[in-house]
C-alpha cells in the first residue's frame, strides 16, 4: 500500500507511465464500476494504519454501525464483515458500486471531522483509501469470507473469531455452526491473502 515511499526516481517514473497507458488512477487501484450484481471486498485503511478508529470501542461500534447501514442499503447481500482500529473490510453484492463507494467517501469525509475534532488534531489525515475487488471464484469467495474472520486473530486483537465484537463472525458461526465453519477454512485457506495491502 505505501511502496510509493520505498521506489527510487526511476521506478516511480515507469510506473505512472504504465498507469498512463493503462488509463489507470496515477496513484490508486482502479475501480471496477459494473451494473451486474456482483460479488466485492471491499475495504479502507487508516493513513499509515494508524489506529485512529480503535481509539476506544464507542468509536469502532458506531463505525461498524454506519458501515453496515450503508452497505446494507446499497447492497443486496451483505456476507460479511470486520471493523479493526486502523482498517474495515466488508464483503458484498451489489450492482451499486459506485453509489456505495460514493457514501463510503461520505462516511470517510464526516468521520475524519469528527475524530479530529474529537482528539483535537485539526487537518490530520484520517482515511488513506478505499480500494473494492471483485470476487472471482467460489473459491475466492470463501476464502474471503476466512480472511475477513479471521483478521482480528491475524492482527492480535482477539484469540478466537467470535471474540471480537464489531465484527460478522459471531453471527457466521451462529448460522453455519463451528464443524462446517472448520471445514471451509480447511477447505478455503487465507494463505498469503492480503499480503501488503492489509498492512
Known sequence: MYKWRNMTIAERDELLRFRKQQSRPWHSPPHWDSENNLNYIV????????HIIGKNPSRLSHLEQILREICEHYSSEVHAWCVLPNHYHVLIKTDQMKALRTQLGRMHGKTSR??????????????FNCVERI???????????NYI????????????WEQWPFSSAAQYLSEIGKD????????????DYGKEWDY
Not at 475495504?43 to 494508524?50: L, P, V
Not at 469528527?114 to 482515511?127: A, T, Y
Not at 474472520?149 to 478466537?160: I, R
Open 43 to 50: 475495504s479502507a485503511a487508516c493513513y499509515e494504519h494508524q
Open 114 to 127: 469528527q475524530w479530529n475534532l474529537e482528539d483535537g488534531c485539526k487537518g490530520r489525515k484520517v482515511w
Open 135 to 145: 470476487i472471482r471464484s467460489e473459491r475466492h469467495y470463501w476464502a474471503t469470507i
Open 149 to 160: 474472520h479471521h483478521n482480528p486473530v491475524k492482527h492480535g486483537f482477539a484469540e478466537k
Open 180 to 191: 462446517k465453519a472448520i471445514e471451509i477454512w480447511k477447505t478455503y485457506p487465507v494463505l
